[in-house]
């Protein structure tokens, strides 16, 4: 879930969060993948105890009593670092239960990417999680395979390590895993892609959706990247996606701005034309 799709106190309580984290990860002694681990682990501990996540978002409850059942729970599971996180999370007023557990899910790929950053691999893991967010949307049987909320967490995760385990890296590998170890109700591509813009983001860069017909060469990449540059003033990464089916040309997807110069979309538009 992202911030601008959250209520009013829950945006203010993940606000808050991470500024926690923030200062958290400004510590040059903390590992933040093992922050990010240890924060999916209590978004796991949080997703599968209902009772629990009611209580450390219930406003009837003081601060103090939240902080302190969280406390009792994770004493010993969690490294102080995380626990300082969590309990500015379970502290704060949250708009709903759902939306805390969301909130410390961000919190934890967000230090997660912050691992890649120091790292330096933040690039390379944009990269790959759209190339497996495409590998899913090419295949019904995978996605299905993935998002089978029916089949063993631990089952999905290790078909995700049989089929990318040695193509892609371990930070990205353990995006992938956590997103098919809980889908949510939502799209494991829709997901995968969604983090892959926010790694973009995370390097001063917007995302252009393209879908070409057939591969773009180096120098059609670069000059496609310098037009969209230009066009929208701020440095623009491509994603793009190979498909027979637009034809020729491409399709190009910014935002929510859509430039159709494939020979399916002008063949679409003169039937419209025609039509009319």
Known sequence: MSLNSMHAASRDALV???????????????????????????ARLLRDEVSLRRAAADPSVSAEARQQLLRSLLDGKVGEHVWQVIETVVGSRWSNPRELLDGVRSLAVTATLVAAERAGTLESVEDELFGVARAVSNSA???????????????RRELVQRLFGEKIGPISLALVEQIVSDPHGRGVE???????????????????????ATPLTSEQRDALSAKLDRIYGKPITLHVEIDPGVLGGIVVKVGDEVI????????MALRGQMAS
């Open 16 to 42: 808050d969060a991470e500024h926690r984290l923030d200062g958290v990860l400004g510590d040059p002694a903390v590992d933040p993948a093992t922050v990010g681990d240890e924060l999916f682990g209590v």
């Open 190 to 212: 829709r997901q995968l892609d969604e983090l892959s813009e926010l790694a973009a983001r995370r390097r001063n860069q917007s995302v252009a959706h393209v879908v070409s």
């Open 260 to 267: 159709d110069g494939s020979s399916a979309g002008r063949i």
């Open 141 to 155: 049987e995978l996605d299905l395979a993935l998002s089978d909320g029916r089949a063993p967490a631990q089952s």
